[in-house]
């Protein structure tokens, strides 16, 4: 990987590793040298990373400049380790991997009381029952979203009936048991919500239907809330 690339690389797992972080290690890690780790422990060092320890003992990282300063008051870093705690009982493996990433980067920049303050969080989240996520085009339909491309579907529904969709995807949305795609079918010309365990195939078409996008969310979301309204005020006339 290019020097840029592996200088970044280290200072992530001086962040995530448990320290002190051997030279050895960081060179299995990135694939070089243990020499070259030295000299670009020296980089770091002197572009402003506080690094300390030494050849032979391992290294700490204590200060970052790549990251700016963070403060949290305390239920904000509850609210933090909740949620990427949350992420990673996803049953998505790349969002349960970026949150541990997230996190580290985060604890990284506190002082030292917030990051006791994280290690000894109240908050904790645990699953019994995992979610149904397929991984086979998850990962697809996420970039497919970012980019706003069409997407063509074979699609089955609850009775079993096998259709083809061709779709604008528009968010991945987490329930309780399982993940649901909310998109904009074509076929329809209504908002839909397919389920990824009954996505049987899904490949984009490099069509883009940008910047359709955030507009169609805000709308569907507006209709929900108007819904919900309607609902709120039959039950209020239901009891007059």
Known sequence: MPRSDRLFRLLHLLRSLPAPVTAMRLADETEVS????????AALRAAGARIEGAAGYGYVLT???????QSFVRIEIEALMFGLAEAGNSGDAQIAEAAGTALAKILATLPERQQRE??????YVHRHDRRDVPAR????IREACWEERVLVMDYRSEQGERTRREVWPL????GAQRVNLLAWCRLRQDWRQFRLDRIEAADPTGESFRPRRAGLIKAYVARLIS??????????????
């Not at 200060?63 to 300063?69: M, R, T, V």
């Not at 994280?118 to 908050?123: L, P, Q, Y």
């Not at 968010?171 to 987490?174: D, E, G, I, P, Q």
């Open 137 to 140: 085009d998850l990962a697809m």
């Open 227 to 240: 819904q919900n309204q309607g609902r709120e005020t039959g039950r209020s006339g239901a009891i007059r």
């Open 118 to 123: 994280a290690a000894h969080a109240v908050h």
């Open 34 to 41: 243990v020499r070259a780790i030295y000299r670009d422990i």
């Open 171 to 174: 968010m991945l949305a987490y």
């Open 63 to 69: 200060e970052d400049p790549a990251l700016p300063p």
